[in-house]
Nanobody, 128 residues
């Protein structure tokens, strides 16, 4: 059974930092594209950043480049999202997602339709 468990959300002030974690169960972590998405109230879910765990290829949305960084820890089957210089517009529910088994780095992007497995989400709130 595939499980993606997010943690690390919380409330911070503008300019603050948070690190989110996504612990993946089983073989879904290995050589797969794992990404972070977010959904603010009244808005569509959008891709933030993703990483191909089999080779380190990364995708990052323009809106967070230079502020957010994705990384992996193979020993823990965990993908992290380091978020710095947070702004009120970053307030959202953040979701971890994984593509189907056997995915290629070429499909590792921010497209929701490419991701088959989703976590429950963790809330990030940035106050001004």
């Amino acid at each position: 059974q595939v499980q993606l468990v997010e943690s690390g959300g919380g409330s911070v002030q503008t300019g603050g930092s948070l690190r989110l974690s996504c612990a993946a169960s089983g073989s879904i972590y290995t050589s797969n594209c794992i990404g972070w998405f977010r959904q603010a109230p009244g808005k569509e879910r959008e891709g933030v950043t993703s990483i191909y765990t089999g080779g380190g290829y990364k995708y990052t949305a323009d809106s967070v480049k230079g502020r957010f960084a994705i990384s992996q820890d193979d020993a823990k089957n965990t993908v992290y999202l380091q978020m710095d210089s947070l702004q009120p517009d970053d307030t959202a529910m953040y979701y971890c997602a994984a593509q189907n088994y056997g995915s290629s780095w070429r499909s590792c992007s921010g497209a929701l339709a490419d991701f088959a497995y989703w976590g429950q989400g963790t809330q990030v709130t940035v106050s001004s």
